[in-house]
C-alpha cells in the first residue's frame, strides 16, 4: 500500500513537473527584485537585481551590500568634523556587483526555482587597524578597502502570483579570495511588462 502511495505521489509530481516546464514562457520578462536578509558578521544585509528571463535562462545584473551601522560615539565624532557636508560616514562594509546566468525551472503553477553563477567586483571595507590604534580620541577611525574578482552562486524560490509580482528567497553565496560569504534573503520581484 505504502508503495502503490509513493509511486502515485511521484507520478503525479513528474507529471505536473513536465506540464509546467512547457508553459514557463508565461513568466518572459524583465524583472527588477530587492531583498533584504542575515549575513554572519554584519548587522544590515541587502541585495537587489535586474533580470531578463528568457524559457529556462536567465540572465542577471546583481548588486550585494552587508554593512554595520556607526555606533554613537562615532556618529557623534563625524558631526563635529563635517557638520558642513554632504560627507558619509566610513563603516565596515562588503559590496559584490556581478553578472549572472542561471536557470529557471517551473514547478507547479506559481512556483519557480533559479540556481545562478557568475562573475563580480568584490569589495571589502575595514577598519585600518595600523592607524587606529595610534590615533588620537578626537580623531575619526581610518577605513581601507580591498577589491577582488568573486564567483557568486545563488538558489531561488519564487511565488510567482502573476506575471508582473511575485516574491523570492534567496540564498547567496560569494567565493573570493578575500572574505567568501554566505546569505539568506527575503523580497520581492516585479516584472517590468
Not at 34 to 60: M, N, P
Request: glycine share 8%; aromatic share 14%.
Amino acid at each position: 500500500m505504502k508503495r502503490k502511495l509513493f509511486l502515485l505521489m511521484w507520478l503525479c509530481l513528474t507529471t505536473s513537473m513536465v506540464n509546467a516546464q512547457r508553459d514557463i514562457s508565461e513568466f518572459n520578462n524583465l524583472y527588477m527584485n530587492a531583498e533584504v536578509g542575515k549575513i554572519k558578521g554584519y548587522r544590515t544585509f541587502v541585495q537587489g537585481g535586474l533580470s531578463l528571463q528568457l524559457e529556462h535562462h536567465y540572465f542577471k545584473i546583481k548588486a550585494v551590500t552587508a554593512y554595520d551601522s556607526p555606533t554613537k560615539e562615532q556618529k557623534q565624532l563625524f558631526k563635529q568634523y563635517h557638520h558642513n557636508c554632504d560627507c558619509q560616514q566610513e563603516v565596515r562594509e562588503i559590496g559584490d556587483i556581478g553578472l549572472m546566468y542561471g536557470r529557471s525551472y517551473r514547478i507547479l503553477k506559481h512556483h519557480q526555482v533559479q540556481f545562478g553563477a557568475g562573475l563580480s567586483v568584490f569589495s571589502k571595507t575595514d577598519p585600518d587597524e595600523a592607524f587606529n590604534q595610534q590615533k588620537r580620541n578626537d580623531e575619526l577611525d581610518r577605513f581601507k578597502t580591498r577589491t577582488t574578482v568573486g564567483i557568486p552562486v545563488e538558489f531561488r524560490y519564487v511565488f510567482q502570483f502573476k506575471r508582473y509580482l511575485g516574491i523570492g528567497f534567496t540564498s547567496t553565496f560569494s567565493v573570493n579570495p578575500i572574505k567568501s560569504y554566505g546569505a539568506v534573503s527575503a523580497g520581492v520581484s516585479l516584472g517590468l511588462f
